[in-house]
């Protein structure tokens, strides 16, 4: 689970500094960037049971097996987070507010409802939310969930398409995440093709 968290922080943080440029809101990028680096740290601190329980979906939905190993990375990750920040303080020095939204933005990111129900939540945590979401709709993780969740790819481009608006919480990121879904459902239809004439 480590190495695909490495290459989902490498792919997804050029969708972090897009919803940077297309939000209306103040943005402390300092705060987006380095809360979205650590805000899987928590899977490093768990079992293989509980990262195989955390995949139990129904498209973006949670199975109840997996609401818990969810809760309990964002947990365990903000935990990390005070950790590093306090034993090692970046330079210069982040304020107690900067602190603050990183581990409400590494506590929330997998909660996009919670962030919703808030209200009046910086647009750096929001962007961090959808920074990570958008990492669903990427081709790599499109067919590698098909696998690890034993869905098949058009149900699982459904799935998407059905839990978009309520996984994303700034428009800019449910813009992106609706045009990543068209790229999908282009290599869907030809790897639908390609099983035909195979």
Same mark, same amino acid.
């Given at each position: 689970h480590v190495r695909t968290t490495d290459v989902h922080v490498a792919t997804c943080l050029p969708f972090a500094r897009e919803l940077i440029q297309a939000s209306s809101g103040t943005i402390d990028e300092r705060v987006v960037h380095i809360a979205f680096i650590l805000h899987d740290s928590g899977w490093g601190q768990m079992t293989e049971q509980? @990262?195989?329980?955390?995949?139990?979906?129904?498209?973006?939905?949670?199975?109840? !097996?997996?609401?818990?190993?969810?809760?309990?990375?964002?947990?365990?990750?903000?935990?990390? !987070?005070?950790? @590093?920040?306090?034993?090692? #303080?970046? &330079? #210069?020095p982040l304020s107690e507010e900067q602190k603050r939204m990183i581990y409400d933005a590494i506590f929330y990111h997998d909660k996009p409802e919670q962030l919703a129900a808030r209200g009046n939540v910086s647009p750096s945590i929001q962007i961090v939310c959808d920074t990570d979401h958008l990492w669903s709709f990427t081709h790599?993780?499109?067919?590698?969930?098909?696998?690890?969740?034993?869905? !098949? #790819?058009?149900?699982?481009?459904?799935?998407?398409?059905? &839990?978009? &608006?309520?996984?994303?919480?700034?428009? #800019?990121?449910?813009?992106? !995440?609706?045009?990543?879904?068209?790229?999908?459902?282009?290599?869907?239809?030809?790897?639908?093709?390609?099983?035909?004439r195979n």
């Open positions: 509980e @990262i195989a329980d955390s995949l139990g979906v129904a498209g973006l939905a949670l199975s109840g !097996a997996a609401v818990g190993p969810k809760a309990r990375h964002a947990e365990l990750g903000r935990d990390l !987070a005070k950790r @590093i920040l306090t034993e090692h #303080p970046p &330079d #210069p790599e993780n499109f067919w590698q969930d098909t696998v690890r969740k034993g869905v !098949a #790819p058009t149900s699982y481009l459904e799935n998407l398409g059905q &839990d978009l &608006d309520g996984y994303f919480v700034t428009s #800019p990121g449910k813009g992106r !995440a609706r045009k990543m879904l068209e790229d999908r459902r282009v290599e869907v239809a030809s790897w639908e093709d390609w099983i035909r």
